[in-house]
């Protein structure tokens, strides 16, 4: 198994500004993801973070939009730059460990005004 | 692509009565499926997983599911449920090749005493 952690686990952010969301993992991981869940709704992937490599974007989801960093094996970022009240959403990050497993973390709940 | 259809969103159950959550998924290929439980104001945790093998998988939380490969379902079941099962469940499948999962819209379940 694997603990994550996420920072921060909450924000509310104005309109046209950026939020980073930083996640951490307690174990070496190749794959990590990031994940979308709007209100009452599922999850969505947004992208893959492989380290040593460019994520891979999902349909509808754009690099400039939200830039993923994925420094080392134990670590990520996910920035979501030039906010609107669209984007208020609970922003997920998870790692694959083990057999096919996803771990997720805790969440980092987002509100644009 | 794949798809997770769950058939009912809400299932209101009474405590220590048993529940069936029901998933059906569609892909082309083979897969490997889940089943998570997503708690109020918190991430996801694995309940159980299906690669292959025995279709009846037993997870946490004395929950389980069958696979039915005819049926394309793979359905969560618990013989008696807590009040501490009220939450969020989550079906998924990723192909068995790939490392997507896509989940299905949710189940919320609300045990009452």
């Known amino acids: 198994s694997a603990v994550i952690s996420q920072k921060p686990s909450r924000d509310i952010c104005q309109r046209g500004t950026s939020l980073t969301i930083q996640c951490q993992v307690d174990?070496?991981?190749?794959?990590m993801f990031w994940y979308r869940q709007q209100p009452g709704q599922s999850l969505t992937l947004i992208a893959t973070?492989?380290?040593?490599?460019?994520?891979?974007?999902e349909s509808g989801f754009v690099i400039d939009k939200f830039p993923i960093s994925r420094p080392n094996l134990t670590f990520s970022t996910l920035t979501v730059s030039n906010m609107s009240p669209e984007d208020s959403s609970i922003y997920l990050c998870?790692?694959?460990?083990?057999?096919?497993?996803?771990?997720f973390g805790p969440g980092t709940r987002l509100t644009v005004t | 692509a794949q798809s997770v259809t769950q058939l009912d969103s809400q299932v209101p159950v009474f405590e220590e009565a048993p529940v069936e959550l029901r998933c059906n998924y569609s892909?082309?290929?083979?897969?490997?499926l889940f089943w998570y439980v997503q708690y109020p104001n918190q991430g996801l945790q694995l309940l159980l997983k299906?690669?292959?093998?025995?279709?009846l998988v037993k997870g946490i939380n004395g929950f389980e599911a069958e696979f039915n490969k005819s049926q394309t379902s793979f359905h969560l079941r618990k013989p008696s449920v807590h009040i501490s099962d009220t939450a969020e469940y989550f079906c998924?499948?990723?192909?068995?090749?790939?490392?997507?999962?896509?989940f299905g819209g949710g189940t919320r379940v609300l045990v009452k005493p």
């Open positions: 998870s790692a694959e460990v083990g057999s096919y497993e996803q771990y």
């Open positions: 174990s070496q991981v190749t794959m």
């Open positions: 973070a492989n380290q040593g490599s460019e994520a891979t974007y």
């Open positions: 892909s082309s290929v083979s897969v490997y």
């Open positions: 299906y690669l292959s093998g025995s279709t």
């Open positions: 998924a499948v990723r192909e068995a090749a790939g490392n997507k999962l896509t």
